[in-house]
């Protein structure tokens, strides 16, 4: 629905940072799925284990390119780099093994950098070595540490060939799965309960058995299909052949997976990726428990009944006797299934059920029609309309129940399918990392306006179901001018624009001038690329969380467009770090103590902007790396000496252990050198007394 997506002058950003709220546990995928950690330390872990997949292929870019020159400095020197960045950040996000085989391999890339033939015909093949064991050592955490589920996520192939197993093996070891392998022979339901899966794959031809035993356990289920995809399964539509007959059309996405249930059909085919891909989507086991349905009909005691017969479920029912406010409600409340009766005074279900499928957001809306006329035209003439199911009144419970949770089920598991938000349909979190910084490609053309906004809503606790409602009206709000809209994080929705910052600023504004009274209220931050001067998507995104960050908890000012001019004040805490990952979490500490703060990513970029700075009588706080870009952190820190002198409280935060280096930092007038990988409770718990000791001039 809301698709279409740059590194330059440095990009100085002062924000005053406020806690963050507390996070909804299962706000993104609900129910059963709560049982998962949802803290924001957690999400950007998750993120950065998410973009870990890039962190690979730039080894094996640079192993390919030692293949043919392994003795050139310029590829040396950027393995070394890579290296050293993996040897902080992995590590402070709990990749303790990964952090030490980046840190052992990092001496060597030194040793080859002073030594040429050293290992030189051997570099390439060791390099892709280590990205073997770099895998195995990020999943090696899953399988060593208990998640708040009771372990490490599981994937079950019962008669897979032993060629696509070892494949599937390989490809899962990135994901943080656990796969165990059975001949069908070997299969019963004893070792299901044994083996306890998250999800089971399995061949066609085995399809039928498993498929029964999984489902008596709730398992989803991907089936390798032995051929092309087939109206077997049962869809959303059906239509009438040259006969008459009716038969189910497949939807769009049926060529990648076709949904049914608890079951998910793939090409026998298709990628480990694209298995794996499924299987995250699957393993989510959300439920449905917690959707809105929304009921129209102009007569008062069938809106009474439905909603009496329903409500010992755990669904929302929104009631509707005013079929012409349909396409109003439907714009706000993002409902999971709409069930609607055909004969209403003046109106007709089901051209308004064909009107409705002519509107993009609507068209994989579960919509079942009931009237008390249930002929053959008129059921003929429902599905025709786009009706996935008809229901004759007068109503039977057990049958409305159960076609309604038949439907929201199958709908929930088609859109995790694909990635997005089984109620809003937007981007989940995984998704939102792979699409957004392609959108921001395609948009930041010469010329053309790129703007990115990111918002959050102030309340704490429980935000699910009324977050979820408005994010989803302004999503489908702006529509006519977003490329993307998706979820950052469990509750963080981001969103690029082709239009200017101003013109954002305006729209987000409106929406939140315009926001029901049942939601929770929010903060918008903004910025574009072409007002920071730069054109890579991450410094964009964090000039517009910095500005969200900004923006006061409370009166009218809750939408904060990020300004150049901002620039030249300092703030509580300067950051001088050229990992984004890391930057993340210094960003999250510091928005939960409540500083404001600036990132800078390069050594020459930070040095004018702190030279530039207003400091205004205070003291801030430099939390500066040492490996930085263009300029390392002890010269930056001896020109500040030089020119700033006493302006900034220095802490140095990097994998330098060396003694002599820790001791020219302490004796060039640092608070304190604090070695990565992080422990972010300790950074926290230092930070306040830094500023303590900054402010008193110590």
């Known amino acids: 629905m809301h698709e279409r997506q ?6 100085p950003v002062t924000r005053t940072a406020r806690p963050p709220p507390a996070f909804a546990s299962s706000s993104l995928t609900s129910a ?30 640079l192993a390919a390119q030692l293949a043919v020159t392994p003795d050139a400095p310029e590829v040396v020197e950027a393995l070394r780099r890579e290296l050293h960045r993996v040897h902080g950040t992995a590590g402070s ?35 892709r070595h280590f990205v073997s064991a770099l895998k195995l050592a990020f999943d090696a955490v899953d399988s060593t540490s208990a998640t708040d589920t009771g372990g490490r996520r599981k994937i079950l192939l019962v008669g897979v060939q032993p060629a696509e197993v070892a494949s599937l093996r390989a490809e899962a070891s990135l994901r943080g799965y656990a796969v165990t392998a059975l001949e069908a022979s070997e299969f019963s339901s004893k070792n299901l309960l044994a083996i306890a899966p998250h999800t089971v794959v399995v061949p066609e031809a085995f399809a039928a058995a498993v498929a029964a035993s999984a489902a008596a356990e709730n398992l989803p289920v991907i089936v390798l299909q032995s051929g092309a995809a087939t109206d077997q399964a049962p869809l959303r539509r059906s239509s009438r052949d040259q006969k008459g007959r009716f038969r189910p059309k497949l939807p ?52 009474q009944i439905v909603r009496y017969i329903m409500e010992s479920d755990e669904v929302r029912i929104v009631t509707l006797d005013d079929p012409g406010r349909l396409h109003e409600q439907l714009a706000t409340l993002c409902p999971s299934l709409l069930l609607m009766d055909i004969r209403m005074r003046g109106y007709d279900g089901v051209a308004l059920t064909r009107s409705l499928r002519k509107i993009t957001a609507m068209r994989d809306l579960p919509i079942i029609l009931f009237s008390a006329e249930f002929d053959a035209e008129t059921r003929l003439n429902a599905y025709d309309a786009g009706a996935d199911e008809f229901l004759a009144k007068p109503i039977v419970p057990a049958e409305l129940r159960g076609r309604i949770a038949d439907r929201l089920e199958r709908h929930r598991l088609r859109r995790l399918a694909e990635g997005l938000h089984p109620v809003t349909g937007l981007s989940l979190p995984p998704r ?35 977050w979820l409602r408005e994010t989803y009206r302004i999503a489908s709000a702006i529509e006519g001018s977003s490329r ?49 001067g730069r054109s890579d998507f991450e410094a964009v995104r964090r ?76 003291r801030p706080l430099l939390l500066l790396d040492v490996d930085l870009p263009g300029m390392d952190g002890h010269s930056l820190h001896e020109r500040l000496r030089v020119e700033r002198p006493g302006a900034f409280a220095v802490v140095f935060i990097t994998v330098h252990a060396a003694e002599a280096e820790q001791i020219r930092s302490l004796k060039a007038g640092a608070l304190d050198y604090i070695l990565k990988p992080l422990n972010l409770r300790v950074l926290m718990a230092k930070i306040p007394g830094w500023i303590e000791r900054a402010e008193q001039g110590s």
């Open 252 to 303: 769009q996405a049926a060529s990648a997976h076709v949904v049914a249930g608890q079951t998910t059909r793939v090409p026998a085919d298709a990628s480990m990726s694209t298995i794996l891909d499924l299987a995250e989507r699957l393993t989510l086991r959300s439920g449905w428990n917690g959707a809105t349905v929304l009921v129209v009909d102009d007569d008062p005691s069938v809106l």
């Open 93 to 127: 996000y709990g990749f303790l093994d990964a952090s030490r085989l980046a840190a052992r391999l990092e001496e060597r890339a030194v040793t080859w950098a002073r030594l040429p033939d050293l290992e030189r015909d051997q570099r390439a093949t060791i390099i």
């Open 432 to 466: 939102t990392a792979q699409k957004a910084p392609r959108a921001f490609d395609a948009l930041t053309a010469p010329g053309s306006p790129c703007t990115v906004v990111v918002l959050r809503p102030d309340a704490g606790g429980e935000v699910t179901g009324t």
């Open 543 to 618: 000039a517009a969380e910095e500005s969200l960050d900004s923006a006061p908890r409370g009166g009218e000012d809750r939408v904060r467009q990020w300004q150049p001019e901002e620039a030249t004040t300092a703030p509580d805490v300067v950051v001088v770090e050229d990992d984004p990952a890391l930057t993340d979490m210094l960003a999250f500490a510091l928005r939960t103590i409540g500083l404001s703060y600036r990132v800078f990513s390069t050594g020459p970029g930070a040095l004018e902007g702190l030279l530039a700075m207003q400091t205004l009588g205070r």
């Open 484 to 532: 993307f809209v998706g979820y950052l994080d469990d509750v963080t929705l981001i969103a690029l624009l082709d239009v200017d910052a101003e013109s954002a600023s305006r729209l987000f504004e409106s929406l939140a001038g315009t926001r029901p009274d049942a939601t929770p209220e929010w903060r918008a931050g903004i910025a574009s690329a072409g007002s920071i």
């Open 6 to 11: 740059k590194t330059g002058a440095e990009r």
């Open 32 to 61: 059963s799925h709560s049982d998962r950690k949802s803290d924001a330390l957690g999400i950007l872990r998750e993120r950065f284990k998410a973009s870990s997949a890039n962190m690979f292929a730039a080894f094996e870019g």
